[in-house]
């Protein structure tokens, strides 16, 4: 296997703030790599910056060998993002916001590959319905629809199962597995359900304060801190680092 | 550039345009509405037999250009907030779209909608009024020209400054273009302005357009003054605008605001 991301010295400072500290970590490919962390901990930050919506103040990206200064429209072309905090146009019916990205990726036979996803991920019944009409379940499938348009080698997934019943969480996730499985997507992936981590997560990497804090399984993680489950040693990870703060202030 | 791309976003736009009134309103409601008043002040200034020219021809040309000018500068900062409004900035910059693709589809809707009013206010002023906006011949390709790049200018400076400082400055969509007008020597000679306004007046592309145009109804021959002193002063905007935008977007990449914008 092969890093599909690599992230060197990472820095992103915002006037006095270190949102990014120095961060470094590779994402091997054909993994679902779980990108964890406390809030304020850098995800979004990082994540903004893997898809180059925030220039780094220094440090490197390479994504699927590139850096987005040479080739820009060639790793983007590649690769796909979804967060339910970011909406597709609810003015215009699903339909056309799939052949409105469809166009923008230049993906051919569009029509053909929007009826495939549609069946995937079970949207036909809508496609023809305006976008702000769609419950929460429905606009989580249809960004993971519009995720995979491009066929993308990578998928950065910020909490995708955020603000989702845990019936239509669950099905998500069994979604999720099948893609990487049936596409071999390397996912990256944010999460603040350490349940969910564990169950959908090849690999776990911890940022805290926006530095490196651990990598590895969820099970090697466990074993490593003597806990039950990946939510004790986020706990565990989050609050050591807080006393430690507290004790050299 | 890619064709497909920016093809993309102005069929994304014409979808919105299929289904949005206040969309429609603005193409047709409002320019139309401006016709019929000064259309109609036009005739009876003209039945007063005061200003001894063609009133109707000098005004309603002057109303329909100015129309122009509007639509062009609205319909670039329209498409880019309808993407702020929608919250899909992130999802159209995260494609491989360059921002030069955004601007020509930016452009290329302000085409559209300027094609439209102007069919609309050309029939609806000759059906009226008598009033044929093709009279002033060859010469109202360049000046249109001039007037719908002015525009764009225009509209790519509110759009930076809403990136720099987020949708509080939104009103610069509609503002802007007011606070030109009176400088513009729309519906008067640039003489009729205060002496110390005159150089300023001179610095904005649409007087030199507006001039031309009275000057081609007085003499009936197109002033090659007028139509260069557009043409330079225009490039001049159009350059800085683009790396003013160019600066805005990197700034807005580097302090992490284009998600914060949105919110």
Redesign the interface.
Known sequence: MSAIIEVEKLLKVFGTVRAVDGLSFHVEEGTITGLLGPNGAGKTTTIQMLLDLITPTSGRIRILGKEYRTAREDILSQLNFSSPYVSLPGNLTVYENLLTFGRLYGVQNLREEIERLADFFEIRTFLKKLTYHLSTGQLTRLNLTKALLNQPKLLLLDEPTASLDPDIADRTRVLLKRIQKERGVTILYTSHNMDEVEEICDNVIFIQHGRFKDEGTPAELVKKYCHEDLNDVFLHIARSNDEERHRNS | M?L??I???L??HL??YQ??FPRIMDIIYWPVMELLVWGFLSVYIEKMNLGGFNVVTVLLGAVIFWDFLNQSQKSVSIAFL?EVW???L?????????LSEFFVSTLLIGLVRLILVGIILAVLSSLIYRFNLFALGFALIPFVLNLFLFGWALGLLANAVILRFGTSAQILAWGFIVLIQPFSAVFYPVSALPSFLQPISYLLPSTYVFEGMRSVIATGSVSAAHLWGAVVVNAVYLLFMLWFFFRMF?YV????K??KLEG
Do not use: D, M
């Open positions: 890619k497909h791309r093809n993309a976003l069929i994304r979808y919105l289904r949005s309808e929608e919250k899909n992130l999802n159209i910059f995260v494609t491989p779209l360059r990197a990449k580097r302090e992490g284009l998600l």
